[in-house]
């Protein structure tokens, strides 16, 4: 009785204050606690130095995750530190950012070229660079430099997103990195989605991670229009699993010293090597080790 009141009042409550998501506005409350004891301002070049004591370096490929937010002690533009990322990891190098479009419903179309990134400011500026590719999928990213084609040009025929033919996954064979700025200590990223791709044939627990048919409209460069199907869960991702549960897998199954939880003023820095990751992920999967709390995982492997 008293859940389903809380619920009604937490309803009631989202709607007068106009919150989207507890997620949302628990991320917004803390901030402003957080702006109130962290005060250091840093630079650019501060904070490409940061990235680069934890792996930054010429030559990388990077998968970079951010939250534009969180960024409120940062003495700079999205613009510079993009340009600074660029010549960080040099002409060798592969910037990646996510780029999932932005749909208002069902009708609209995934303009490649005009259709923004649902993704977060950094990612947006970064879609309108000069050169950029991006990918043709429902979870699309931009890439820049020397990996750029290699990482996007098969997304579009990808049947999960986050499979074999994905920029999430390929980053694994170009010894590619992620940084996770500014969302949360316990931040992973979609890449974590390439294990349960990968196992959706062998394993039948994935397989129903992976049970609805979504199709999109997309418009190419060319201007050609076409529709696009792939596979998605009947219900969103992020419902699964939660912070605690990310945290416990990665403590007890992963090398912390290739998974990096670290803070730049009140920034959270977290960085790991995806192609670790994915195939540690991958072989914990096939043992039942997951970060799902639904579907019950021990109902499967037994």
Request: with cysteine; aromatic share 14%; charged share 25%.
């Amino acid at each position: 009785m008293m859940y389903k009141f809380l619920i009604v009042l937490w309803s009631w409550y989202k709607k007068k204050m106009k919150i989207r998501s507890w997620e949302i506005y628990k991320a917004h409350l803390i901030r402003r606690v957080e702006s109130n004891i962290y005060r250091h301002k840093y630079t650019v070049d501060e904070l490409i130095s940061f990235m680069q004591k934890q792996g930054l370096k010429k030559g990388s490929n990077v998968l970079l995750h951010t939250s534009w937010n969180e960024f409120y002690n940062f003495k700079g533009s999205p613009n510079e530190f993009i340009d600074a990322l660029i010549d960080a990891v040099g002409p060798e190098g592969t910037l990646v950012m996510p780029a999932y479009p932005f749909l208002r419903n069902k009708e609209s179309i995934f303009d490649l070229k005009r259709t923004p990134t649902s993704a977060g400011l950094i990612p947006e500026v970064f879609r309108n660079y000069p050169g950029v590719k991006r990918s043709v999928n429902i979870h699309s990213v931009c890439a820049l430099g020397k990996h750029a084609d290699f990482l996007t040009r098969d997304h579009k025929y990808s049947v999960t997103s986050w499979d074999k033919k994905s920029p999430y996954y390929r980053l694994s064979e170009v010894d590619g990195i992620v940084f996770g700025i500014g969302l949360g200590k316990a931040f992973v990223g979609t890449i974590m989605h390439c294990a349960d791709s990968v196992l959706r044939e062998e394993v039948p627990y994935f397989r129903q991670f992976f049970t609805r048919k979504q199709k999109i409209k997309i418009k190419l460069s060319d201007g050609k229009e076409y529709e696009q199907q792939f596979l998605t869960s009947a219900e969103d991702f992020s419902s699964f699993f939660t912070d605690k549960s990310h945290t416990r897998i990665i403590r007890n199954n992963f090398d912390i010293s290739k998974y990096k939880r670290l803070k730049l003023s009140n920034l959270a820095i977290n960085y790991y090597d995806a192609n670790y990751f994915i195939n540690r992920a991958i072989e914990l999967g096939k043992k039942g080790i997951v970060v799902y709390s639904r579907p019950n995982p021990e109902e499967y492997f037994k």
